[in-house]
């Protein structure tokens, strides 16, 4: 009974280059969030999709961002271009949907260089 | 104002210490709640749902007071293990979606 599984654990980019993160959900689960968390600070909403819709965006920056869950397979958060900035752990949880309680992946640390 | 507030403390105790946290949240429709435990440079994993009667769980106990909007955690007897970051999270069945609070951290010390 596999838990939310996120790959790769560790990715490091240089500038310019394109980030690509991926959640593999609770099976069963249809609803993926996606979080950023920089160093010493909480965990900041991003985005919140359902098998192939997003719900709710409004945490995602506007540009070099996007976040996709197909009917098959992962959720892909992509960041383009990715910016020292981007550095962050990087966690996604999947749910079966309100009121039940979300599960999350280990993260992602993201270390553009 | 913020969906889920939390203060961000930290909040330093001695071991033993009883210590309580409390989180505010804006919607009125919230219907799911729930305490979520974050360790350094970890994953959040959920610590316990809080219902309307409220619940305990060992020295854990979460209690939701809908007329306030708020939801709290109260710790007895605090552990050294107990250190971590605590976040209150809401759930609003209409939208399906989870708001998570930016935590409050907790310091357990000898």
């Known amino acids: 009974n596999a838990g939310v599984m996120q790959n790769p654990r560790h990715l490091v980019r240089r500038r310019g280059q394109e980030a690509r993160l991926r959640c593999s959900p609770v099976?069963?689960?249809?609803?993926v969030y996606w979080y950023r968390q920089l160093p010493e600070e909480g965990l900041k909403f991003m985005v919140y999709?359902?098998?192939?819709?997003?719900?709710?965006e409004s945490g995602m920056p506007k540009e070099r961002f996007s976040a996709e869950f197909p009917k098959e397979g992962p959720s892909i958060l992509r960041i383009q271009q990715v910016v020292r900035g981007d550095s962050a752990a990087y966690f996604c949880?999947?749910?079966?949907?309100?009121?039940?309680?979300?599960?999350f992946g280990q993260g992602t640390r993201l270390t553009v260089v | 104002r913020k969906e889920v507030e939390q203060d961000p403390g930290p909040f330093n105790v001695p071991e033993g210490a009883t210590v309580a946290f409390n989180c505010t949240y804006s919607?009125?429709?919230?219907?799911?709640f729930f305490w979520y435990r974050q360790d350094c440079r970890k994953e959040p994993k959920l610590l316990m749902s809080?219902?309307?009667s409220g619940n305990e769980d060992g020295r854990f106990t979460a209690q939701l007071n809908r007329a306030s909007q708020y939801i709290s955690l109260l710790i007895r007897d605090s552990k050294l293990s107990d250190s971590a970051t605590y976040l209150c999270?809401?759930?609003?069945?209409?939208?399906?979606?989870?708001?998570f609070g930016t935590g409050t951290q907790l310091k357990v010390e000898l």
């Open positions: 949880a999947s749910s079966p949907g309100s009121p039940n309680e979300a599960f």
């Open positions: 099976k069963g689960h249809s609803h």
């Open positions: 999709l359902q098998k192939e819709n997003i719900i709710d």
């Open positions: 919607n009125s429709a919230s219907q799911s």
């Open positions: 809080v219902y309307s």
């Open positions: 999270v809401v759930g609003w069945r209409g939208g399906n979606k989870l708001t």
